[in-house]
């Protein structure tokens, strides 16, 4: 193997480690209570069972198929908000966020679920939808 080829298997097994202590770090979080927020997630959490958050960054090219998929959701009124962390690093601290696209799945307060990464749109509607 060339030293090209050594440097690019590194590159590849280093992200899978940072990856995988992302999602680590992250599933420990799932049953924990949401702090109050200062923004329009308290309200939704306030007055809807279930609320589905959804945090991107402009500079994330899987936000793109997500965001359309969220906009719809929006659209039908579903408890649903988006939060571009690069514009609000403090919220994106306040709710542990380290990677993008990240979608909390908050249940009474607390949260149920953490998905990292682009899922599909059934993945997405089965969410906010199971009993």
């Not at 306030?46 to 998929?69: D, G, W």
């Not at 988006?82 to 966020?97: F, G, H, R, Y």
């Amino acid at each position: 193997m060339n030293w090209i080829g050594i440097v690019v298997v590194s590159v590849v097994l280093l992200m899978v480690v940072w990856m995988s202590i992302i999602m680590i770090r992250a599933q420990k979080l799932k049953g924990d209570q949401i702090p109050k927020t200062g923004t329009d997630i308290d309200t939704l959490v306030k007055n809807n069972p279930k609320v589905l958050v959804y945090c991107y960054s402009q500079n994330c090219a899987q936000r793109i198929s997500v965001t359309s998929i969220i906009d719809k959701m929006m659209a039908e009124s579903l408890a649903v908000t988006k939060v571009d962390i690069s514009q609000n690093t403090e919220l994106a601290q306040l709710l542990n966020i380290r990677a993008t696209p990240t979608i909390l799945l908050i249940e009474n307060r607390q949260i149920k679920s953490i998905t990292l990464g682009a899922k599909s749109e059934s993945f997405i509607y089965s969410l906010i939808n199971e009993c």
